[in-house]
């Protein structure tokens, strides 16, 4: 009998908990997008694009966010430290994983809306092993999602401090990192300014 290869369990996690400090404090999680928040946006990429199960961290206006986004089916965690910037939502997200059985965490921003299901979909397929780094790159620059396999997360948690995130880490082990290119199928902005909501619908 030929042995098959058990499926890998992809988490989605989301870190939704900017405040959304030069959009004059309107939660990121909250801005509307084709009628819904960018939250559910989020999640649906995830979901849409294999990621099962899907971590949602939150932080500003938590509680507001869980009341408005549809959120079910999803693990919410609020990180309380939201303020200090992405890395501590980073660790958040990542910690709530440690001890499972998840293989990977792909990891998406809420204020990208360009990104969706492909692209998820595309990054999530260049798992391999436990060990395994993926980014998604548009026109050859690494940008997000990005995949970490479960044996890098200890080390990406330690290094993910203000805003940088796992940018450090990436930085580190850039021979190791899988590019994949999806910039025929989705777009990297992100929402931080008003200027950027032009590119809500």
Not at 34 to 55: M, S, Y
Not at 177 to 196: G, H, M, N, R, Y
């Amino acid at each position: 009998m030929a042995h098959t290869q058990p499926v890998p369990v992809i988490a989605g996690v989301l870190l939704a908990a900017g405040g959304g400090r030069r959009l004059g404090g309107r939660p990121k999680a909250l801005l509307e997008h084709r009628d819904r928040p960018l939250v559910e946006h989020a999640v649906r990429a995830l979901r849409n694009g294999g990621c099962g199960p899907v971590h949602v961290v939150l932080g500003a206006a938590a509680e507001e966010v869980r009341a408005r986004a549809d959120l079910s089916g999803c693990v919410t965690t609020v990180n309380p430290w939201w303020e200090e910037g992405m890395g501590s939502s980073l660790r958040a997200g990542l910690g709530e994983l440690v001890g499972s059985d998840v293989d990977a965490a792909l990891v998406l921003l809420v204020d990208q809306p360009g990104i969706g299901a492909e692209a998820v979909a595309r990054v999530r397929s260049a798992y391999r092993t436990r060990s395994s780094l993926a980014a998604a790159a548009y026109d050859g620059k690494r940008g997000h999602p990005v995949l970490f396999g479960a044996d890098r997360w200890a080390d990406i948690a330690a290094g993910a401090t203000g805003d940088r995130g796992a940018r450090e880490y990436l930085r580190a082990h850039h021979d190791a990192i899988t590019l994949v290119e999806c910039s025929d199928v989705a777009q990297a902005f992100d929402i931080d300014t008003a200027e950027d909501l032009r590119h809500l619908q």
